[in-house]
């Protein structure tokens, strides 16, 4: 069984943007936190309902759900109540997880970084505590910085240093430039599960065969969770490893059908990472002929149940 689901805006839902706030303007008082955070709890209660409404499962949050939390004071006092955001994850059975920015990086060589960084995984451990959720925090593993071997006991070191919160919920996931599957095993002895995201492996020079990065990523994942993985293909034009705006139906099929047969059909979560987020799936789906549809419904139940009182309205 397959969780699909697409990364934090919900682009076919009405006002399909989060609010942000600029540090230099908050600095200067020109920025309140309080009604940004309480709309953007809402924004993503509203997300959650509408990715369950789809048939879409699985769900990533915004590490910005909640801006400047690790840097005003105070912050953690003005997020609303989320209990609402909870139930609606409940009754739509929606797996969360959770991806900070590439600033966050547990293996920097430079202390003033680690710190930001570990106040940031600290900061989102809490956030998905008042969640409920049970899915990933998802990093990468940053760069080498010339010594791979140092990095890498910089990187254990970083991950000793986590609350419990996010540490319980930390993933490491394959780059297209520093980090393959097997790199990622060897730096942490395996103790890390790792998501294996397919652009990034087609996009690093010194990836490992497809079947083997897939194979050891998924067995990296404790029975008591769900492994998740990344979908997405290139922007044509951009650089390699540049997500582009949509997907295909045939791709995201082909590689939902390899990740069944990977993970001896274990659930499992697949994450879409492109532009046009949930408007991208729908438009892949839109694609797929009626067998491909049905292929796909098997591998995906929860398209299935979304799709089932679309024909019954149609009969």
Same mark, same amino acid.
């Given at each position: 069984?397959?969780?699909?689901?697409?990364?934090?805006?919900?682009?076919?839902?009405?006002?399909?943007?989060?609010?942000?706030?600029?540090?230099?303007?908050?600095?200067?008082?020109?920025?309140?936190?309080?009604?940004?955070?309480?709309?953007?709890?809402?924004?993503?209660?509203?997300?959650?309902?509408?990715?369950?409404?789809?048939?879409?499962?699985?769900?990533?949050?915004?590490?910005?759900?909640?801006?400047?939390?690790?840097?005003?004071?105070?912050?953690?006092?003005?997020?609303?109540?989320?209990?609402?955001?909870?139930?609606?994850?409940?009754?739509?059975?929606?797996?969360?997880?959770?991806?900070?920015?590439?600033?966050?990086?547990?293996?920097?060589?430079?202390?003033?970084?680690?710190?930001?960084?570990?106040?940031?995984?600290?900061?989102?451990?809490?956030?998905?505590?008042?969640?409920?959720?049970?899915?990933?925090?998802?990093?990468?593993?940053?760069?080498?910085?010339?010594?791979?071997?140092?990095?890498? %006991? $910089? @990187?254990?070191?970083?991950?000793?240093? /986590?609350?419990? #919160? &996010?540490?319980?919920?930390? !993933?490491?996931?394959?780059?297209?430039?520093?980090?393959?599957?097997?790199?990622?095993?060897?730096?942490?002895?395996?103790?890390?599960?790792?998501?294996?995201?397919?652009?990034?492996?087609?996009?690093?020079?010194?990836?490992?065969?497809?079947?083997?990065?897939?194979?050891?990523?998924?067995?990296?994942?404790?029975?008591?969770?769900?492994?998740?993985?990344?979908?997405?293909?290139?922007?044509?034009?951009?650089?390699?490893?540049?997500?582009?705006?949509?997907?295909?139906?045939?791709?995201?099929?082909?590689?939902?059908?390899?990740?069944?047969?990977?993970?001896?059909?274990?659930?499992?979560?697949?994450?879409?990472?492109?532009?046009?987020?949930?408007?991208?799936?729908?438009?892949?789906?839109?694609?797929?002929?009626?067998?491909?549809? %049905? $292929? @796909?419904?098997?591998?995906?139940?929860? /398209?299935?149940? #979304? &799709?089932?009182?679309?024909? !019954?309205?149609?009969?």
């Amino acid at each position: 069984m397959i969780r699909l689901g697409y990364v934090c805006q919900s682009l076919g839902m009405p006002e399909p943007s989060l609010r942000t706030a600029q540090l230099g303007r908050y600095l200067k008082g020109l920025v309140e936190l309080t009604p940004i955070y309480t709309y953007n709890a809402e924004y993503v209660r509203r997300s959650i309902a509408h990715s369950a409404a789809l048939g879409l499962t699985a769900h990533r949050i915004s590490s910005d759900l909640f801006p400047l939390l690790d840097i005003a004071p105070g912050a953690r006092m003005l997020v609303p109540d989320l209990r609402a955001v909870r139930r609606a994850a409940a009754h739509g059975d929606v797996h969360l997880s959770n991806h900070p920015s590439q600033f966050v990086v547990l293996s920097s060589p430079r202390e003033e970084v680690l710190q930001n960084s570990l106040a940031v995984m600290d900061d989102q451990g809490w956030v998905m505590d008042l969640l409920g959720a049970q899915g990933s925090i998802t990093l990468h593993g940053g760069g080498v910085y010339g010594d791979r071997e140092s990095t890498a %006991a $910089r @990187l254990r070191e970083g991950i000793a240093r /986590l609350t419990p #919160a &996010a540490r319980h919920r930390l !993933a490491l996931e394959n780059d297209e430039r520093c980090w393959t599957v097997p790199e990622l095993l060897e730096a942490t002895g395996g103790e890390v599960p790792i998501v294996f995201d397919n652009l990034h492996w087609a996009a690093n020079p010194r990836s490992a065969p497809y079947e083997v990065e897939l194979e050891g990523a998924l067995r990296t994942w404790p029975a008591e969770q769900l492994p998740e993985l990344h979908y997405s293909e290139q922007w044509k034009g951009k650089p390699s490893g540049a997500h582009a705006q949509h997907i295909t139906g045939r791709g995201l099929l082909r590689f939902c059908e390899e990740v069944d047969e990977a993970s001896d059909r274990r659930e499992v979560v697949v994450i879409v990472e492109a532009k046009q987020k949930d408007l991208a799936i729908l438009r892949a789906l839109g694609e797929l002929t009626s067998r491909q549809r %049905a $292929r @796909l419904h098997t591998l995906v139940p929860g /398209l299935a149940a #979304a &799709a089932a009182p679309q024909r !019954a309205c149609l009969a």
